[in-house]
């Protein structure tokens, strides 16, 4: 059984840090791409950044710069690192592994909140 499992989130000031992280396991980690996406209250979910198999990545505009995606396939984890957060980056984070074969799979999703 495939399993996602997302960490790291919480509260933080604004212009603070965060690192996320995606822990998979029940697959074979390094064939999937991954995505983080997050949800605002009231807000479609969007793509906040994704890393390929091979390690090239994509960013939304609104984190470039601030954001860096990451994974260590030794660890089957992907990480999300957040910069100068600020109270319009407040969501719950999903990660997701993509792939055209096989099937994709999402985690439960981890809160972060930025606030003075």
């Known amino acids: 059984q495939v399993q996602l499992v997302e960490s790291g989130g919480g509260l933080v000031q604004p212009g603070g840090s965060l690192r996320l992280s995606c822990a998979a396991s029940?697959?074979?980690?390094?064939?999937?791409?991954v995505a983080w996406y997050r949800q605002a209250p009231g807000k479609q979910r969007e793509l906040v950044a994704d890393?390929?198999?091979?390690?090239?990545?994509n960013y939304a505009d609104s984190v470039r710069g601030r954001f860096t995606i990451s994974r260590d396939n030794a660890k089957n984890t992907a990480y999300l690192q957040m910069n100068s957060l600020n109270p319009e980056d407040t969501a719950v984070y999903y990660c997701?592994?993509?792939?055209?074969?096989?099937?994709?799979?999402w985690g439960q999703g981890t809160q972060v909140t930025v606030s003075s």
């Open positions: 997701k592994m993509i792939s055209h074969l096989w099937p994709n799979y």
């Open positions: 890393i390929n198999s091979g390690g090239g990545t």
């Open positions: 029940g697959t074979d980690f390094s064939i999937y791409a």
